[in-house]
């Protein structure tokens, strides 16, 4: 048996667009995802976010599979423009019930509400005004946002994420243009960056401030990375994939962790990269109470020889290009249906590498998970791979542990099958099947498998 620490956090998470619905319900604004995904080619099927798993109309519905099925800590995000329409001005009044509903019949059920402030849901009209997070006007809307839920749900709510995945909203949504608001640049992605980093630190100063003696809570930022293991010994691959980890998830870690960019990033970019004020930088350093990490693969990395065909074929956005790095995976590597190598020992050389760089922060895995062509048979998905997936990885979690890493909490992604952003409704990764026709939902043997390990901490 491998068991985690007594104390250990075992939860499962979703995201405001992937599964609410409710597009356009009780007051609620557009969001910059309501636009892409309704926009001709932008998504599998032409899917949208408009219906999802109708989970603002089913919530107590959903609770009560979380309940049934062990589970204590529950990660979700707010939609902004259900709070506020247009990003800034007045409040709707319905939304704050919804999320006040919402966290009330949580705690009921004895789960523990952890709340995402912003997981990609711009609102449509601060992207329309003045471009999303290409203005630094962003920063001051987002520090507004930000108070209103810290002052209507912070007596209730314990632990804040302030952004999910600042990368892919910078290079998926600013730099390659795959993502909502679909913009390509090769430098806009790293203004996007500069301004989601600033805004993280205002929200979280403000928090410090004004609310957190008072409620007791704990913030931070949730970063994804990949391991990037080098493809051979040789010194300059081992250098590649140290720079692609610095250009992925130090990028954003570095100003929190250390007060601003990676050297490699200021040298490869010069004047591309924003700089950060010394005011700034005091802000950013020491903004994270914990370092939320999601991870879901692994991939190879060395030097590149920079020709055009290997540019264009991993080129993202201009980020890889930046890097100087060509990345790939070993083809006897068992692929999910979204075709991410499973390699559990990237998880534990990754939380090693934070462990070693970041002075031993507490880190919370806020997903990790993995996609399948679930079958519905005579009322059963026996996602046998899911559970060798998560059984692959959470041992792994536990040999970081052993070796010293500051693991203290992992959230399966996702609850329940979702609107999967570009794939639309394509790809499956809950422990709950969902029938998008019906909206029945029926557990997988993961959900079965995760309950028993919740209630053994550990497997």
Known sequence: MIHFPKDFIWGTATSAYQIEGAAQTDGKGLSIWDDFSATAGKTKNGDTGKIACDHYHRFKEDIALM??????????????????PTGIGAINPAGLQFYSDLIDELLRNDITP?????????????????????????????????????EYFGDRVKHWITINEAWV???????????????????????????????????????????????????????????????????ADKDAAQRSLEFFLAWFADPIYKGDYPEIMKQNLGDRLPKFTPEQQGKLKGSSDFFGLNHYTTMFAEASKGNSKEQEVYGNGGILEDQQVHLSVDNNWEKTAMGWAIVPW??????????????????????????????????????????????????????????????????????????????GYTKRFGIYHVDFETQKRTPKNSAKWYSMVISNNGF
């Open 169 to 235: 909203v910078a290079t998926l949504g600013y730099g390659q243009g795959v993502f909502a608001p679909g913009k390509v640049s090769n430098d806009s992605l790293y203004l996007a960056g500069h301004h989601l980093l600033l805004a993280h630190a205002e929200a979280v100063e403000s928090y410090r401030n004004k609310f957190q003696v008072k409620q007791q809570g704990k913030i931070g930022m949730s970063n994804n990375c990949d391991w990037r293991e080098p493809k051979t010994d040789a010194q």
């Open 114 to 150: 952890w709340v995402t402030l912003y997981h990609w849901d711009l609102p449509l009209a601060l992207e329309e005004e003045f471009g999303g997070w290409l203005s630094p006007k962003i920063i001051y809307a987002f520090k507004n946002y930000a108070n209103i839920c810290f």
């Open 346 to 423: 990237g998880c534990e050389k990754l939380l090693l590498w934070i462990k070693d760089r970041y002075d031993n922060p507490p880190i919370f895995i806020t997903e990790n998970g993995c996609a399948f062509d679930d079958v519905l048979q005579d009322g059963q998905v026996a996602d046998t791979n899911r559970i060798a997936f998560f059984e692959g990885y959470l041992s792994c979690c536990k040999q970081a542990i052993a070796a010293g890493a500051n693991l203290q909490g992992y959230f399966i992604w996702s609850f329940m099958d979702n609107f999967e952003w570009a794939e």
């Open 67 to 84: 309940k049934a099925a062990g589970i204590k800590v529950y990660r979700f995000s707010i939609s902004w423009p259900r709070i506020l």
